[in-house]
């Protein structure tokens, strides 16, 4: 994860969380013109394809914390691809005021695709706040109950989010304050353990050390 000292800082800020309101007809707008992006990726490839989007409650869709979310995702799936020799054919990556949009044109099987980001979506600290879609070369939305997966929960009380969300159960300030301190937490974590790792780096490489172990000799530990 390569943030900046600046990014970091504004993380952490106050304003982290502030944008600009959306409204209904922008989100109705991008709405359309996302499957439209998903269709033409689908029917030029005729393959998987893997559409990402935020949990973004409200109308505000694009701040700091939105776009790091998006900026880790875009880092780990890169990663995914590349480990389990998934070929991209194609890419698209969007983010303005209605939201962060990112396409995958894969080849690879769309059900393995899946089991793949679904599993991310359940293990990694920040899972929960992507939407991680597969779409088969049939326009077909691979859905977790396809795979025998219970749906997603809320990220406030465990109960189903489909549910939380149509009763309105937890308010604006409460959802966004969480995705907020999680990522804060995240952050801070991997800052920590890459500081760490660097230091241990240093020490290591740090030439001379008398009496300990260098790159120009053996310490007695060794013998």
Known sequence: ?????????KI???????????????????????????EQLIKKHSSTLVSVTLVTPGRIKKNYCYETLFYIIREILD?????????????????????????????AIASDVKVLLTNLEEEHYLGRFW??????????????????????KCFLCSEDAKVCGRQQKHSYH?????????????IFQKTVSEMAYNALLKEVKLTPKPGLVDLNSLSLNYL
């Open 12 to 38: 952490f800020s106050e304003n982290c969380l502030n944008g600009e309101l959306c409204d209904i007809q922008q989100l109705l707008e991008a709405k359309e013109e996302r499957k439209k992006c998903q």
């Open 1 to 9: 994860m390569n943030l900046s000292t600046n990014t970091i800082s």
């Open 131 to 152: 939407d991680l879609d597969v779409i088969n070369s049939d326009f077909k939305i691979l859905s977790r109950a396809d795979f025998g997966r219970s749906p997603r």
């Open 79 to 107: 990663d995914i691809f590349i480990k389990n020799k998934i070929k991209v054919n194609e890419s698209l990556s969007q983010f303005d005021q209605t939201g962060a949009l990112l396409l995958f044109s894969v080849d």
């Open 174 to 186: 409460e959802l966004t304050s969480k995705i907020h301190e999680t990522l804060k937490e995240y």
